[in-house]
């Protein structure tokens, strides 16, 4: 079946650090999202990227789409305590729009 | 509004109980999706809805029953409950393809 991976699985880095995780889909995907999980809480949306190749800025945060639609990233600049929690990217099943299969998240501890 | 509600927050249950997670949704989105949280594990679908009267099944849907005779409600009913389906349980509910809306959860040990 349809399976979505992502690496790390666990980043520790020191606050104003960068961060990087990376999504891969076994499939093409015909959107990808990106979640934010904060410890204790529950997954919160933060972006969608549809076109090939497309890129999104979110303030510190920037997300790009790969040109295969088959993989994604999220980076984020100088790292804030903030940022702690586990990001999750997902995307629809093959031939449904809102059928979502999550990657397995990578989660980010940042210290001082 | 008050978005996705899921009721109990948290549930000890013996095993072979059986107990209805409850998730409801005033935003009028079609669909409606349950998950379980495992460490390590990421969310994995347990069952997924369409629409009033429509129910699909998720990646790991044994133990676990749907119904959704409404647009707002989509109860999940563990039939005899397990150690194995001790686990963070979530809905979530969307417009088609938009972004997921997610409860707040549900903590459930089976003991």
């Known amino acids: 079946g349809q399976q979505v991976m992502q690496i790390p699985q666990y980043q520790h880095v020191q606050e104003g650090e960068d961060f990087t995780t990376y999504c891969n889909s076994s499939?093409?995907?015909?959107?990808i999202q990106w979640y934010k999980q904060r410890p204790g809480g529950h997954p919160v949306f933060l972006i969608q990227l549809v076109k090939s190749g497309e890129v999104k800025k979110q303030k510190r945060l920037t997300f790009q789409f790969g040109e295969a639609k088959k993989n994604s990233s999220l980076h984020i600049t100088a790292t804030q305590t903030t940022d702690v929690g586990t990001y999750f990217c997902a995307g629809p099943i093959t031939g449904t729009a809102s059928k979502l299969t999550f990657g397995t998240g990578t989660r980010l501890q940042v210290t001082l | 509004n008050a978005g996705v509600t899921q009721t109990p927050k948290f549930q000890v249950l013996k095993t072979g109980q059986s107990m209805t997670l409850q998730c409801a949704q005033d935003?009028?989105?079609?669909?409606m999706s349950w998950y379980r949280q495992d460490p390590g594990m990421g969310l994995r679908l347990i069952h997924y809805?369409?629409?009033?009267?429509?129910?699909d099944q998720g990646e790991v849907p044994n133990g676990y029953n749907v119904s959704r005779s409404t647009t707002e409600d989509f109860p999940l009913r563990l039939l005899s409950a397990a150690p194995s389906q001790t686990s963070v349980y979530f809905c979530?509910?969307?417009?088609?393809?938009?972004?997921?809306?997610f409860g707040q959860g549900t903590r459930l040990t089976v003991v």
């Open positions: 809805s369409v629409g009033a009267g429509i129910t």
């Open positions: 935003m009028n989105h079609e669909y």
């Open positions: 499939t093409t995907l015909s959107n």
């Open positions: 979530a509910s969307s417009y088609s393809g938009g972004d997921a809306f």
